[in-house]
């Protein structure tokens, strides 16, 4: 017996010298993790989806893992990032509406329309600072401006944000009186003198990296970009670095981008380009001095581009350069489709915007100068698509997503599953060992885990019979396998839902409501099934 207790003793100790360094070696295989998120772009705007725009250091990522062809986000800023922090729906998320105003305040006291990430979710970067991680932020926010909303509070350990949605790209001038707000690691900070966007969001996000080499901890660091969203603002030796590249317009460059999408495989060589927008007055109809300034609005855009990826390149190179490339899994993203927006040309903040901005040609992609894209170029750059930013149709919702780095066992491949902004979450939650919180008022999360599609285990995300749903200010759709019902009009009507075959049809060119009544029957059983679910309110529930 007492034999028998020796031995057990010794077992139990031997174990207890073995156990911290089995757990040291597993801490040493969780891999670090980088997600970059571009502002507004394009489906189209990347070299290796096809683009004449110069993006050799994201293509180069690319070619080091996997495109995506069909991966979804929501179709506007604030919702796609409550979702992909979260790996939840928006509305469960709290961003049922991303803009709270004055007649609608209302909203804030009905869970779905906080405008800030709700208490039903429990941020991935909490899950992972929980996990032993570092966690670090650069750049945009958009989920919230008081203190308990801000990227410092919901899990990151070092920070500096910009928390509107759209800011000048060189000051702290932005779109409404008073200016954009910054905070650093959850106080009130300032823009920098001199400083521009890409660049400073950079420099801060390897600053955050390099002030905790030395302590061995894996890290979650997020270089939020606001490039390329508007204003188009780039530094003086980029101005012209496209000049002349456009002068042929929009409807030309809509036809390139389709091509040039089929000839780098992104688009099936049987797919058809879309009917053009007949909204959009055809190039040939425009003024000559028309035609100048629409063509200088696409040279600044695509500089834009191209000064992003000239960062994105610089915060790649630190990582070879100091040995943690290969330990890194890399997520590169946009947040919604190309933008139409233009806020000089009208709306709410066209009024301090016109006071505060100069769009003469001459000052055109200057600090003092706020340019957008606008619709026609958005609609190009969303060749393959109908729609753009804000809309529920393909063009506003399909992004472009590159994966790449450790745990990644495919190289220069294009992957057509459908993914969404959702799971991306629970992929950063499994890859790091984390633990996502449940019971209480915690919901689980909607999105799946990528990592088996990743490392070659599986060939899909999701099943035909996962379902996606998704409201926002009237635009809404639900997504079954390759079925999808989609309302692309502000002023919700249930009855004027449309449904397409995405994958026969990723146009969305041919309505098959009235040839299949049966599925889109079934389609809205299932949007109304579910938007219960999730919290989704219509004008008639008011």
């Not at 305040?105 to 990430?117: C, K, Q, R």
């Not at 340019?371 to 393959?384: C, D, I, Y």
Request: aromatic share 10%; glycine share 8%; charged share 25%.
């Amino acid at each position: 017996m007492i034999s028998a207790v020796k031995t057990v003793f010794r077992f139990l100790c031997a174990m207890m010298l073995i156990l911290p360094a089995w757990s040291s070696a597993a801490d040493a295989q969780r891999p670090n993790i980088l997600l970059i998120i571009a502002d507004d772009m394009g489906y189209a705007d990347l070299g290796v989806f096809g683009s004449d725009i110069r993006t050799p250091n994201i293509d180069r990522l690319a070619a080091e893992g996997i495109r995506f062809t069909h991966f979804h986000t929501a179709p506007q800023c604030a919702p796609t990032r409550a979702m992909l922090y979260s790996g939840n729906n928006n509305h469960v998320a709290g961003m049922g509406r991303q803009y709270i105003l004055p007649l609608l305040s209302f909203e804030l006291e009905i869970p779905g329309y906080e405008a800030h990430l709700s208490d039903r979710v429990a941020p991935v970067s909490q899950a992972l600072q929980d996990a032993g991680y570092h966690t670090w932020f650069a750049g945009k926010w958009h989920l919230g401006d008081a203190a308990e909303h801000r990227p410092h509070a919901k899990g990151f350990e070092r920070t500096f944000a910009v928390m509107h949605g759209t800011a000048n790209h060189f000051n702290g001038v932005g779109y409404v009186e008073g200016g954009t707000v910054y905070t650093r690691n959850g106080e009130l900070a300032a823009w920098p003198d001199g400083a521009y966007s890409s660049q400073l969001f950079t420099d801060e996000l390897i600053g955050f990296i390099e002030g905790n080499r030395e302590d061995g901890e894996p890290f979650f660091a997020v270089a939020s970009y606001t490039a390329p969203h508007a204003p188009l603002q780039v530094p003086d030796d980029y101005l012209d670095r496209y000049a002349g590249r456009f002068d042929d317009g929009y409807d030309a460059l809509r036809e390139r981008r389709f091509r040039e999408l089929q000839d780098a495989g992104i688009v099936s060589l049987e797919a058809e380009l879309p009917p053009r927008n007949p909204e959009i007055i055809p190039w040939d109809e425009l003024s000559d001095s028309d035609k100048r300034r629409e063509a200088r609005k696409m040279e600044l855009y695509a500089a834009l581009v191209e000064n992003l990826d000239f960062h994105v390149g610089r915060l790649l190179q630190y990582l070879r350069d100091e040995a943690l490339y290969e330990d890194t899994l890399i997520v590169f993203m946009s947040d919604n489709g190309a933008a139409n927006e233009d806020f000089y040309a009208g709306g709410p903040r066209a009024p301090f915007v016109r006071a505060n901005y100069v769009n003469d040609y001459e000052n055109m992609g200057t600090a003092t100068s706020w340019v957008s894209l606008g619709p026609a170029w958005a609609e190009a750059n969303s060749a393959p698509f109908r729609g753009v930013k804000t809309h529920a149709l393909q063009g506003g919702i399909v992004s472009p997503l590159i994966v790449a780095g450790a745990g990644v066992n495919r190289s220069d491949a294009i992957d057509r599953s459908y993914v969404t902004v959702m799971d991306i979450a629970p992929t950063f939650i499994e890859v790091a060992n984390a633990v996502y919180p449940e019971g209480g008022s915690i919901r689980p999360m909607l999105g799946e885990s990528m990592l088996p599609l990743l490392t070659g285990a599986s060939d899909r995300v999701h099943d035909d019979d996962y379902v996606t749903t998704f409201f926002h200010v009237g635009q809404a759709y639900l997504r079954q396998g390759r079925w999808k019902i989609v309302h692309s009009n502000s002023l919700f009507d249930e009855s004027a839902f449309e449904l397409y075959d995405v994958i026969a049809d990723p146009g969305e060119t041919r309505n098959l409501r009235e040839e299949m009544p049966a599925r889109y029957e079934r389609m809205i059983e299932l949007w109304r099934e579910e938007r219960v679910k999730l919290g989704i309110l219509l004008p008639s529930d008011l």
